[in-house]
């Protein structure tokens, strides 16, 4: 228990000395955008949230660019920017299904990709606390643009008219979605029980 209250406040002292950086303040106004996004969807004003979603994610590229090229990297930022980007996640996902109900092209992609964001953060989480690292690899960072993309047409389709290039772009990213996600559990499993090497025989 002791611990925990000295986490809080180590992170109360971090967010009063680091959060008037630039990349911080992107990173906080990036959760700010993503509650006024899923107000603006469930209201269904969709042209107004698309182009909230796209300022919304530009701030997830230009937070961690600033942060790398003026050396302001800081452990309040690493600590927010994933929660953040879940934030984001779950306020379009759950923004989407609630408006576009019962849209199956809207609610079976978007609850697949819920389920994997919270199963991983629930994992890079545990792994934290045992002091392991579970980094974002190649398919991670295909998931994130090609969710992106999926994302951005959901919300500018609010007829619910899908063009078959629109729905082949939801089942790629679905599909690098759960690609990802059994990714993430395959190093998992690697990092708990390791494969011992066998000695080589001459």
Not at 159 to 178: H, P, R
Request: hydrophobic share 50%; net charge positive; charged share 15%.
């Amino acid at each position: 228990m002791a611990n925990k209250a000295n986490s809080y406040v180590r992170l109360l002292a971090m967010a009063k000395k680091d959060w008037k950086n630039v990349p911080n303040i992107l990173t906080f106004s990036r959760g700010l955008m993503s509650l006024v996004l899923f107000v603006l969807l469930i209201e269904g004003h969709s042209v107004g949230a698309s182009w909230l979603y796209i300022a919304t994610a530009l701030t997830d590229m230009v937070d961690g660019w600033w942060a790398r090229h003026f050396h302001q990297q800081t452990l309040l930022g690493k600590t927010m920017d994933p929660i953040m980007d879940k934030l984001l996640v779950a306020s379009v996902g759950i923004g989407l299904c609630i408006s576009r109900w019962p849209d199956p092209w809207v609610l079976v992609p978007v609850g697949i990709i819920l389920v994997r964001e919270a199963g991983v953060m629930i994992l890079v989480e545990w792994f934290r606390r045992k002091n392991l690292m579970l980094s974002v690899t190649w398919a991670g960072k295909m998931k994130t643009m090609a969710q992106g993309v999926a994302f951005y047409l959901l919300i500018r389709n609010p007829s619910g008219e899908w063009g078959q290039a629109v729905k082949y772009i939801i089942v790629v990213a679905v599909t690098l979605t759960v690609i990802s996600g059994i990714d993430y559990i395959v190093r998992a499993r690697a990092l708990l029980c390791p494969i011992p090497k066998e000695d080589s025989v001459d």
